[in-house]
Every structure is written in C-alpha cells, then in structure tokens.
C-alpha cells in the first residue's frame, strides 16, 4: 500500500514536471482508438459546406501518427470530409520507397481508400521530389493553388520565399474570385511555440500580401503543438505541428494564443459554410481540445467554450467544447 | 555681431570645398569601380550557372523527367540516377567553381547588405543549426539525405540574384550552397559566407 502510495506520488510529480496541464490517465501512452460510434463532433455538418482535416509535422511512421490516422478515419466517416491539407514534414527522412509507405500511405490507408485526397505543402524535413507524388496532388509544383467549392487554397513552400514565389501568390490571388482564400504552409507567421516561434522575416513579406488580397485563414505547422492564434488584422491564423510529432509542454502563455494543446498529437477538422469557419482539433485519443467559428466577414473570432490550456493556467483542455 | 564668426566659417568651407570635392571624385570612381567590379562578377555567376543547366539538361536526355507519379520507387530511382548521370558529366569539378573569388566577394557584399537590412529576421531564420560534417560538403557529391534543409532567409533571397528554378540556394552551417534541387546534389559552396547568429541551437525537428 505504501510502495503504492508512493509510486502515485512520483508518476503525479512527474506528470507535473513534464509541464502536462491536461491530466488525463492515457495521455503519453498509446490506448486503443476505440468504438468508431463514441466520436461525437462538434462542427455542424451542414449541407454543401467544404469539410477538410488539417495535419502537420506527421510523417513519422510511429504509433502516433497511426492513432492520429485512425482518429482521422472516424471523424471522416462521421463527417464525410473530402481531403486532407498537409502542412509539411509529410515524410521525414523521406530517402526511400518504403519511406513513403510507412510514413503515408500505411498509416491514412483507410481514408485513402475512402477516396480522400491529400494536398501537401513541403516543410524542412520534405524532399522536393514530394511534388511529384500523385497521393501528394502537387502535380509537381513546389507551391500551388487548389480550390473546394467557395473555398481556394494557395499552398506556399515557405522553406524558400524568393520573388518568383511572391510575384505568383499575388498574381494568383489577384486573380481569385473565390469567397473564401486560405493559406497555408510549413513554417508559421504566429506561433507561441518555445521550440521554433513565429518566422517574422516570412511574416514581413507575407503578411500584407494575404491582408491586401483577402486571405481570411493560415494553416501553418513547424512547433509541435496545436495553437490556434488569436486574429491578427482578421486573419486566423492556426499552427497545427503535432500530427506525428509531439513537443510536450511547448506552448508558452501569452496574449497571442488563443487555444492551444501541447500534451498529445492531435489534427484538425474543418467546415467551411458561408461566411462561417467552423474548426475542432481532436487528440490522437479522441478528445475535442478546442472548437469554435470563425467569421470571415468582419473578422471576428466568436468562438465560445474553446479552451485556452497552458501550464500556467491550469484549465482542462480535454472537455470538448460548445459552439 | 556673430559676422567675424560666419566669415571664418565661410573661408573653412571654401578651404575644405576641393578636399569634399577630391573626395566625392574618389567616391564617385570607387562605387563606379565597384558596380563594374559587381557587374562582372554577376556575369560570371550568370555563365556558370548556365554552364551547369546545361549538363543538368544534357543529363535529362539520359534520364529524362518524370511525369507526377504514384511509385515512389520511380521518384527516387530518377532522382539518384540524374545525381549520378550529372555528377559523370562534371567529372572532378573543384570547389569554387561557381563562387569563384571574384563572385565570392559578390555574394559577401550582397549578404552583408541583406543583414543590414533584417539581421534580426535573418538571425531567427538561422538560430536551428541542423549541422552536416564540412567533410560531407563537396561540390559534385548528394546533399546528405539523412541532413534537413534550414528554411532559406527571405531577406538574403531577395537579395541574391535569382536562380533558375532546377537550382536553390541553402544555407547550411555557416556556409551557403547552391543545391539541384532535383538530383540534390551540390554543386558548388561559398564557405564561411554567413556569421552564425548568436543563440544558435541544436534542432531536429
């Protein structure tokens, strides 16, 4: 009894120590996924709206990244979701065939036989020969636009910024007569991760072409960790890095985070309908750590019941929350 | 009351008017020795990277490029055979054969101008070290796969003439290399090129 008490004692000092503000008994551990049934979402699922999950930072080919997939498939089957956007770091170490299976095509095989597509943008770990990937959809461009509905996606390599790539994104986005521009890309323009943070060169060059052109939301990965940022000149901006890869206890505390989660992988699932962005992030076991809307016009975050975690603040991020 | 003043300032300046003068002249012939000096230099970058394309193309009559494809096995068998077709082709090609002195001073003013502009952007763009052993940088050989790309500055980009889209610029340890982004093979480095920002940090993620 005591040997026990004390070993309670430890694994709570060491759960504390780690920084993990989310106390939850499977965090760390690798639980089964579960009755595909117990997944209850939190977005609408209204007819004709865009639906799509957003993943970063996966291709580890570990038993994260293929609970995270599993997750995946249950949300797809609930919500019917179409595709997937990569962030980047698709494949790391990707320097051989078997690479591509073990880090992409085994652990999303069930969506990928559902029919859902991929478009991946390229991250640090990338090699640029992803483009020509077809599960990939880059059609062998290094940055590319596609479109959904109401909604066009302008996908960037962000590992190198040049001019060619910026006189392209304004001509294309010029051009775009689509309700809804998002962006997104590897390396984030916000970010309260400790490990890397906010790029503020790309932000410099980036950021008053998307704020000229009506770029409503940025999808970025690079930290490993969810975050979603609170609205910057009524751009959303989301850093979702931890869709293989984990940095636990990474999310600092400050005003330019809005949620966060830090203490799992997770991705995100997304629905576009109107002028209405409705996101949920959801843990490798299952959990919705934040939700809420977004509305593109005027840019104004009007979630509610979204947490905002972090080791100083102590709040739960597990419980789902309400629209 | 201040004019006997005013008169000295005015012979000073009427003194020191051929010295400004003397001086602008120098300036005015140095910066025109120096655009020239720039001018050539660019020329030269200019005909060597040309050089290479064209080895990089000859090479792709022999491994011709690859329509977007589902085999993996495809991707990166072409991959390593361009790398080894090109690599035939420029035989033993030496260090400083693109970042020749004379591009190399180039390249330094071109960089130290960037820095002038955003150091501290550029400095956060390079504060991840992901390090690769000098040894394992040479001209001709396969950027090491098992090493990550650093983001490439933004700021440096901009000021460093554009590249031709088969081609990229990376910065690895302290030195900047010019990559085939297709083969990943290196094809020429300008070591030393860059002062590691202060922080710097062990990353591999």
């Known amino acids: 009894m005591r040997r026990l008490t004390v070993s309670l004692v430890a694994t709570g000092i060491a759960v504390a120590i780690s920084g993990m503000y989310l106390m939850k008994p499977n965090a760390g551990t690798i639980p089964s996924v579960g009755n595909p049934s117990e997944m209850v979402l939190t977005i609408p699922l209204k007819a004709d709206s865009v639906r799509f999950a957003v993943i970063g930072d996966n291709g580890t080919a570990d038993n994260s990244e293929i609970q995270v997939g599993d997750q995946m498939q249950k949300a797809q089957q609930i919500s019917k979701f179409g595709f997937v956007i990569m962030l980047g770091d698709n494949l790391y170490g990707g320097a051989s065939p078997r690479d591509y299976q073990d880090r992409f095509e085994r652990p999303y095989k069930s969506l990928l036989d559902r029919g859902v597509l991929f478009y991946a943008s390229l991250g640090n770990h990338d090699d640029n020969n992803e483009i020509s990937y077809v599960p990939f959809h880059m059609g062998g461009n290094r940055y590319y636009t596609h479109t959904e509905g109401d909604v066009e996606f302008f996908v960037l390599d962000t590992n190198y910024m040049d001019n060619t790539q910026l006189d392209w994104l304004q001509q294309e986005l010029q051009k775009s007569k689509s309700p809804w521009k998002i962006a997104y890309f590897h390396h984030p323009l916000y970010s309260s991760g400790k490990a890397h943070g906010p790029s503020r060169e790309l932000r410099t060059v980036l950021e008053p072409i998307f704020e000229k052109y009506g770029v409503s939301a940025v999808f970025s990965g690079h930290d490993h960790i969810y975050e979603r940022v609170n609205p910057q000149n009524g751009i959303q901006y989301f850093v979702m890095g931890a869709s293989g890869k984990l940095r636990n206890g990474d999310l600092k505390s400050d005003s330019l985070k809005a949620a966060g989660f830090d203490s799992d992988r997770s991705f995100l699932l997304v629905e576009i309908t109107g002028d209405n962005m409705y996101y949920e992030a959801i843990s490798r076991t299952g959990d919705t750590v934040d939700s809420g809307v977004f509305n593109k016009q005027p840019p104004v975050s009007i979630h509610a019941g979204a947490q905002t975690p972090g080791p100083t603040e102590g709040t739960n991020a597990g419980t789902p929350a309400t629209k | ?205």
């Not at chain 2, 001018?39 to 005909?47: G, K, R, T």
């Not at chain 2, 096995?73 to 035939?88: E, G, M, P, T």
């Not at chain 2, 400095?123 to 040479?138: F, I």
């Open chain 2, 1 to 205: 009351m201040n004019r006997p003043a005013n008169h000295a300032r005015n012979a000073l300046n009427l003194a020191a008017l051929p010295v400004f003068c003397i001086a602008g002249l120098v300036f005015v012939t140095t910066s025109y020795g120096q655009l020239d000096r720039d001018a050539q230099a660019m020329q030269d970058f200019s005909n060597k990277i040309h050089l290479y394309l064209k080895i990089h193309h000859q090479a792709e009559v022999t491994v011709p490029h690859i329509k977007p494809t589902a085999s993996a096995k495809k991707i990166i068998d072409r991959k390593h055979a361009l790398a080894a077709q090109i690599n035939k082709e420029r035989g033993n090609i030496k260090e400083g054969n693109v970042f020749t002195p004379e591009v190399a001073a180039y390249f330094e003013r071109l960089i130290h101008s960037a820095y002038r502009q955003n150091a501290p952007g550029i400095e956060a763009t390079l504060l991840c070290l992901s390090p690769v052993r000098e040894d394992r940088l040479k001209p001709n050989d396969i950027y090491p796969e098992d090493a990550e790309l650093t983001a490439m500055p933004s700021t440096i980009l901009l000021h460093v003439p554009e590249l031709p889209s088969e081609l990229e610029y990376r910065i690895v340890n302290k030195d900047l290399i010019i990559r085939d982004r297709e083969a990943n093979l290196i094809v020429d480095i300008f070591r030393g090129a860059i002062t590691p920002p202060p922080g710097r940090k062990l990353c591999d993620d």
